[in-house]
């Protein structure tokens, strides 16, 4: 794959398209970054940007990794204390994971976010900034139904992180479109230059296909997951012979995890796919290209429960080296 590819490789969006294309025509040293609430154990929203950051790797990018624990302390996640332990141990896994440990800079959002500089530049956005429109990009962070004013701060604050980390790309998941796009308004009021954004896809919820799959709602497949608990939440996903359900009785539109989760986190992580069968049953299935795999579940000649039990093994090889730091960092 070229530069341009690898960066848009399963992208949702990209905005622009012509600024990404500029990066990659030369794309040796240029900084890419995700910020992530340190939350103590990564989960496969968190794998679905670091598989981004791995591609971003391979194409030239060096990889920035804010540890954002002043915003996960104006979202309420508990002590600074508490909050950068759990930074260090994320730190960790997302090596585990396969980030070359080299091109990566982790920072902490408090290494910079108290500097006088930036608290200006904050307060600089608050004048620019009306509280509706900092409401529609806060939307993703807001919990229950009196948000604090400490979120319509964070926004401001994840668009000055893009100028203060010296970036040249962000990457988010879609539902950090808000705030990338909030970031195109309000940094040219200070003089600072817009970056283009990637946006990976949101995954749908492992159990019924609809909505988002969240670590704090339904069911997630995280770090921690056993050999045992992987199987056991791939088994029972959602899994229709297809990758365009019907909505559901309800009307409301599905989408299919299990191919997403192929798509998305296996392919890009190995050559190829074999899904195992016995003879009697047409022998082993190998696949070269997420195409390939989906169109033979939509013919019949992949049952979703071979599909399944491919995922789970290749999920289990993605997940293993994090698992075991985890158990380290426990004992």
């Known amino acids: 794959m070229d530069a341009y ?4 490789r399963n992208a949702a969006e990209v905005v622009t398209e012509d600024e990404v294309r500029a990066l990659a025509d030369d794309p040796d040293g240029k900084r890419a970054y995700v910020g992530y609430e340190p939350s103590g154990v990564l989960h496969i929203g968190h794998m679905l940007t670091a598989n981004k950051l791995i591609d971003l790797q391979e194409a030239g990018f060096e990889v920035v990794i804010l540890l954002a624990d002043v915003h996960a302390y104006l979202n309420d996640k508990g002590t600074f204390e508490e909050i ?9 896994q997302f090596v585990a994971y396969g980030l070359d440990e080299e091109n990566t800079e982790f920072v902490l959002g408090s290494e910079y976010q108290m500097d006088e500089e930036y608290v200006l530049d904050t307060h600089a956005l608050e004048l620019e900034t009306t509280i509706s429109r900092a409401e529609r990009a806060m939307a993703e962070i807001q919990r229950g139904s009196n948000p604090k004013v400490s979120q319509a701060v964070y926004p401001l604050m994840q668009a000055l992180d893009i100028e ?20 195109r308004e309000v940094l040219p009021s200070l003089d600072y230059d ?9 995954l749908a919820d492992l159990s019924t296909g609809v909505g988002k799959m969240s670590s704090s709602e339904g069911i997630t497949i995280s770090m921690e997951d056993t050999e045992e608990d992987l199987r056991e939440k791939v088994n029972k996903a959602f899994c229709p012979p297809t990758a365009d359900p019907e909505p559901d009785g309800e009307g409301n539109e599905r989408e299919n995890p299990v191919l997403q989760i192929f798509q ?41 429960a071979d599909a399944k039990g491919a995922l789970a093994d290749y999920l289990d090889e993605l997940i293993a080296p994090g698992r075991e730091k985890i158990a380290e960092q426990r004992s």
Do not use: N
């Open 164 to 183: 203060y980390l010296d970036l040249d790309l962000a990457v988010g998941g879609l539902d950090q479109r808000k705030v990338h796009m909030l970031a």
């Open 264 to 304: 998305y986190h296996v392919f890009p992580r190995f050559e190829s796919v074999v899904v195992e069968r016995p003879e009697k049953y047409g022998g082993d299935l190998e696949y070269d290209d997420y195409e390939s795999l989906e169109s033979d579940l939509e013919s019949g000649e992949l049952h979703p």
């Open 84 to 92: 950068r332990e759990t930074a260090d141990r994320m730190r960790e």
């Open 5 to 8: 590819d690898l960066i848009t």
């Open 194 to 202: 817009v970056r283009p954004a990637v946006h990976t896809p949101i």
